[in-house]
């Protein structure tokens, strides 16, 4: 079976499986974010290289207070855990987006992870954390005055990845849009898009999506 180096996870569907479950929005976060660790298990069991996941957009902002604050309480024990399983697989964490805007806590977890595992280069897990696609290409032209394809590259948050291209995009709950996500770096990507919310969608759900994808022919435009 053809294994993708580089596969990145767009995780949706926790609100409404919570809703349709008749539970709190916020033990929906929670499933969904075991269903992660499980999923990144799964990932490295199967040796695919780098793992991509999207835990906080940057439109995500716009949602209630009290359910910002709450994901953000799952996040600093997501990156608790992350570091744990980091340290045992000897497994490089980097936090892709923006810093700048979390508060001290988390952000400090972030750069103690990142730093701990920096020496790290078999595995890798990037944990995309108030992150957009346009935000990360707007800031890096903005801060190194980018004129060509090969500069932009070098300064995206990927940077210190042995591949930043992507080669296979999954997006859970059942939507059919990539929401701007890593729209540099998986220009060429497969995608695919599963009719599960992220708390149903098991290991054996992304083994299945590893086959299909492997099934695919991939031209880059040729």
Not at 26 to 54: V, Y
Not at 148 to 177: F, H, K, M, Y
Request: hydrophobic content about 35%; aromatic content about 12%; overall charge positive.
């Amino acid at each position: 079976m053809k294994i993708p180096n580089h596969v990145a996870i767009i995780p949706d569907g926790n609100r409404r499986f919570a809703k349709e479950h008749n539970l709190p929005t916020f033990e929906g976060h929670r499933q969904g974010f075991e269903r992660i660790i499980a999923m990144s298990e799964k990932a490295r069991q199967m040796g695919i290289k780098i793992l991509t996941i999207w835990a906080f957009s940057t439109e995500n902002w716009q949602r209630s207070e009290n359910e910002v604050k709450y994901l953000m309480k799952i996040y600093e024990t997501m990156i608790d855990r992350y570091l744990k399983q980091a340290l045992k697989n000897k497994m490089r964490i980097i936090h892709l987006g923006r810093k700048d805007r979390l508060n001290q806590k988390l952000k400090k977890k972030i750069i103690k992870a990142e730093s701990d595992t920096g020496g790290f280069n078999r595995y890798y897990l990037n944990i995309a954390l108030d992150y957009g696609g346009r935000d990360e290409i707007i800031r890096a032209i903005r801060k190194y005055q980018i004129y060509d394809e090969a500069a932009l590259e070098q300064n995206l948050d990927t940077r210190d990845l042995p591949q930043s291209n992507v080669d296979l995009v999954i997006r859970t709950g059942g939507e059919q849009r990539t929401s701007g996500f890593l729209i540099w770096q998986a220009a060429y990507a497969e995608y695919i898009f599963v009719n599960k919310y992220l708390p149903d969608f098991t290991p054996e759900d992304f083994e299945k999506c590893i086959k299909k994808y492997s099934r695919r022919q991939r031209r880059f435009g040729k």
